[in-house]
């Protein structure tokens, strides 16, 4: 076994991994889970929306994983830029009157774009710090104190202010989302989640009982495992250092949301990306499922 560092949803730290698991492959879902971890001091949220030199020196300082136009020409260097993809979400142009909930918004990007739509009120909703993800056993054991709550959102909360955002941030793991928390919601965004969580099906479940309209998914299939003759649909990928727990085929991902009580279920697009710079490798595919 060797030991190697790498980014938990952002805090560096050093796991075991065996040598047919350091590959390649894995080291997109890895860099996916890159967070504002580098940072050793998270800027508070402004009092007043910074700009010009003030907001640079901010966003330099912060590990983002979504490319945001904050505007006045100032764009977050995010790992991900979802713009380019943006078409194969089919979103409606307006979103006017709308409740939208924004299920593990991390940099707000979604969120953000949903209340640029119109929606009469965006909720983002995530975990505040490592404790709070599904983490493996060693992983978890492996991380300091420190490193387990060291703050995550200062990338959503520079943004928000920034933007001049309404969007309402909330703490909330999704396992523990109820109607009586946040009350019921329009449209239902979870974006390259499930793939992350010991147990997608339960947190499925956690996320029907709060549509009243409809929901998004997205996360990365496999399409190889997209088969008829019985054998398995989906794979589970060891934990690892990473929290990728498994791989999943359209298929699968199709089944969750209908197994979690989604009536229909439909596969909206299917494309391949990849972080910003790096060949578009991943292969990925959209829900759109109604309770
Ligand atoms: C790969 S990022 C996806 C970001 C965004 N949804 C998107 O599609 O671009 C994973 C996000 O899931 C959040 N997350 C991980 N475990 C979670 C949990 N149990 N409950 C809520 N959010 C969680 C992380 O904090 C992070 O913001």
């Known amino acids: ?16 991994a065996s040598g047919h698991r350091a590959g390649v492959e894995l080291s997109v879902p890895i860099g996916a889970l890159r967070r504002g971890g580098n940072v050793d001091v998270q800027p508070a949220p402004p009092s007043v929306p910074l700009t010009g030199s003030k907001l640079a020196e901010q966003v330099a300082g912060i590990n983002w994983y979504h490319t ?4 006045n020409g100032v764009v977050t260097p995010g790992y991900y830029d979802h713009t380019p993809i943006l078409p194969h979400y089919a979103l409606p142009e307006r979103l006017d009157g ?4 924004d299920i593990a918004c991390f940099d707000g990007y979604w969120s953000f774009e949903f209340e640029r739509r119109g929606a009469a009120e965006v909720v983002a909703l995530d975990v505040q710090r490592a404790a709070e993800i599904d983490l493996p056993w060693r992983t978890r054991a492996a991380m300091s104190e420190e490193e387990l709550n060291r703050p995550f959102g200062a990338g ?5 202010a920034t933007l001049g955002s309404r969007v309402r941030h909330v703490h909330c793991n999704v396992y523990d989302l109820t109607p009586d928390k946040f009350g019921m919601f329009d449209l239902v965004h979870c974006g390259d989640l499930l793939l992350h969580l010991r147990d997608p099906v339960g947190a499925l479940m956690r996320i029907r009982s709060v549509v009243r309209g409809s929901a998004i998914f997205s996360d990365v299939i496999y399409p190889d495992l997209d088969r008829h003759d019985g054998l398995p649909i989906v794979q589970y990928n060891s934990g690892g250092g990473e929290n990728i727990w498994w791989r999943l085929g359209s298929i699968a991902l199709g089944r969750m949301i209908h197994d979690a009580g989604f009536d229909t279920v439909h596969e909206e697009a299917r494309f391949r990306y990849g972080p910003r710079g790096y060949p578009p490798v ?4 959209v829900f759109r499922a109604t309770p």
């Not at 991943?282 to 595919?285: E, L, R, T, V």
């Open 68 to 71: 945001i136009d904050l505007g």
């Open 98 to 101: 709308l409740r939208v909930l």
């Open 1 to 16: 076994m060797a030991t190697r560092s790498l980014n938990i949803l952002g805090v560096r730290t050093s796991v075991y």
């Open 282 to 285: 991943m292969w990925h595919a």
């Open 156 to 160: 959503f909360a520079l943004a928000h």
